[in-house]
């Protein structure tokens, strides 16, 4: 198990747009979420772990300019313990990082 660098977090970031994305919008927050320092990994449709410095409210208001109104969006840290089943790639990130 790795230890996250000092001032390392783990977020979790859920979004759902209520209205179909346009491909730019969809391209801006996911180039968004790629930017990140420590990377990242998807555990479902619109929805990734990051590895970051950054605080919850800082990726936030990074990530709030590509949704609207209506749209949902949730940043929170995540840790251990956590329980569940997921592909190996997943589990072998959130081992190493968790």
């Given at each position: 198990m790795r230890v996250l660098l000092s001032g390392m977090a783990a977020l979790l970031i859920t979004y759902r747009f209520v209205v179909s994305p346009s491909q730019q919008q969809f391209e801006a927050?996911?180039?968004?979420?790629?930017?990140?320092?420590?990377?990242?990994?998807?555990?479902?449709?619109?929805?990734?772990?990051?590895e970051t410095d950054?605080?919850?409210?800082?990726?936030?208001?990074?990530?709030?300019?590509?949704?609207?109104?209506?749209?949902?969006?949730?940043v929170?840290?995540?840790g251990r313990p956590y329980f569940g089943q997921h592909r190996s790639d997943v589990v072998q990130w959130l081992n190493a990082r968790l």
């Open positions: 927050i996911q180039a968004a979420l790629k930017s990140t320092s420590g990377g990242h990994v998807r555990l479902a449709e619109g929805c990734y772990v990051i950054r605080s919850p409210e800082a990726v936030y208001e990074q990530l709030r300019r590509f949704v609207h109104k209506n749209d949902l969006l949730l929170l840290r995540v």
